[in-house]
């Protein structure tokens, strides 16, 4: 079954630093572009970030400087490390596939979530 | 502002044939596939359409097309089980960024 599942969130004070992962299954995170979007209470969806298979990555302005995206091959696993969180960062986590390389912007697969609470 | 725009609600009754549209510019939709995802409270999305297919699982009264720079999401045969937030998203180059639509909140009456 292909499957992602986020973990890694919690409670964290403004100015700190937390890592989010996701682990794959049923299929292999190296070929694929894999991102990260989140959702804040009450909110619509936000992208944060994507990582290409070539390694090539891009952020969304609110958290360029201040978020990394990266992925583990042989743990099949993909990574945000976010530092500097703001009170505003505070949402529920996504990872998700995009589906075809000629479609970047459209996702075929999506985790089920972990929380992310920036607060003092 | 979502660089993407959708109808903030959208009604029908169950039988009925609805559609949410999801409108952009040439650096996004009308350069590139768009996706549709669905989400209910309290749960994680789950894509419904994926550039004009139909992922394995969701039942062929969900179609999309896309004509210039405006998507749109289709219903035929509305289900109370459809009840729920839609949003697209695509790539917008311009930007090098993916852009969401601020979700369309469909109500079955």
């Known amino acids: 079954e292909v499957q992602l599942v986020e973990s890694g969130g919690g409670l964290v004070q403004p100015g700190g630093s937390l890592r989010l992962s996701c682990a794959a299954s049923?299929?292999?995170?190296?070929?694929?572009?894999m991102s990260w979007v989140r959702q804040a209470p009450g909110k619509g969806l936000e992208w944060v970030s994507v990582i290409y298979s070539g390694d090539t990555t891009y952020y969304a302005d609110s958290v360029k400087g201040r978020f990394t995206i990266s992925r583990d091959n042989s743990k099949n696993t993909l990574y945000l490390q976010m530092h500097s969180l703001r009170v505003e960062d505070t949402a529920v986590y996504y990872c998700a596939r995009v589906g075809s390389t000629s479609r970047p912007g459209a996702f075929d697969i999506w985790g089920q979530g972990t929380m992310v609470t920036v607060s003092s | 502002q979502s660089a993407l725009t959708q109808e903030a609600s959208v009604s029908g009754t169950v039988g009925q044939k609805v559609t949410l549209s999801c409108t952009g510019n040439s650096n996004n939709i009308g350069s590139y596939a768009v996706g549709w995802y669905q989400q209910n409270s309290h749960g994680a999305p789950k894509t419904v359409i994926f550039?004009?297919s139909l992922p394995s699982g969701i039942p062929d009264r969900f179609s999309g097309s896309k004509s210039g720079t405006t998507a749109s999401l289709t219903i035929s045969g509305l289900q109370p089980e459809d009840e729920a937030d839609y949003y697209c998203s695509t790539w917008d180059y311009s930007l090098s960024a993916v852009v969401f639509g601020g979700g369309t909140k469909l109500t079955v009456l």
């Open positions: 550039g004009n």
């Open positions: 049923g299929f292999t995170v190296s070929p694929n572009y």
